[in-house]
Nanobody, 119 residues
Framework: VQLVESGGGLVQPGGSLRLSCAAS????????MSWHRQAPGKEREWVAA????????NYADSVKGRFTISRDNAKNTVYLQMNSLKPEDTAVYYC?????????????WGQGTQVTVSS
């Protein structure tokens, strides 16, 4: 099982980045997918999620209206489009896959990609 994030980097405040997370080794379209982030000295926090079924999305208040999560089941990939970036968005961003089946939880994490918002 692998989740491989890409697309991070250095961007100026107000700029945009698109993160990708390529999944392999499991049935991608059966898993709810989400993005989380961890800033230096802080706990990891949930950012956005998209369901496996109807593709419903949900966002943390801190990113609502600026970030968009989407998925392409044909490509086994989930994306996070980040616009109007702020310095406080600086963090390592992690991709997460989760499924509950027959009362058992299956979940996987990627290795993370660094996003730095700075002038």
């Amino acid at each position: 099982v692998q989740l491989v994030e890409s697309g991070g980097g250095l961007v100026q405040p107000g700029g945009s980045l698109r993160l990708s997370c390529a999944a392999s080794g499991f049935i991608f379209n059966s898993y709810d997918m989400s993005w989380h982030r961890q800033a230096p000295g802080k706990e990891r926090e949930w950012v956005a999620a998209i369901t496996s079924g109807d593709g419903s999305t949900n966002y943390a208040d801190s990113v609502k209206g600026r970030f968009t999560i989407s998925r392409d089941n044909a490509k086994n990939t989930v994306y996070l489009q980040m616009n109007s970036l702020k310095p406080e968005d600086t963090a390592v961003y992690y991709c997460h896959a989760r499924r509950v089946w027959v009362l058992k939880k299956y979940e996987y994490w990627g290795q993370g990609t660094q996003v730095t918002v700075s002038s």
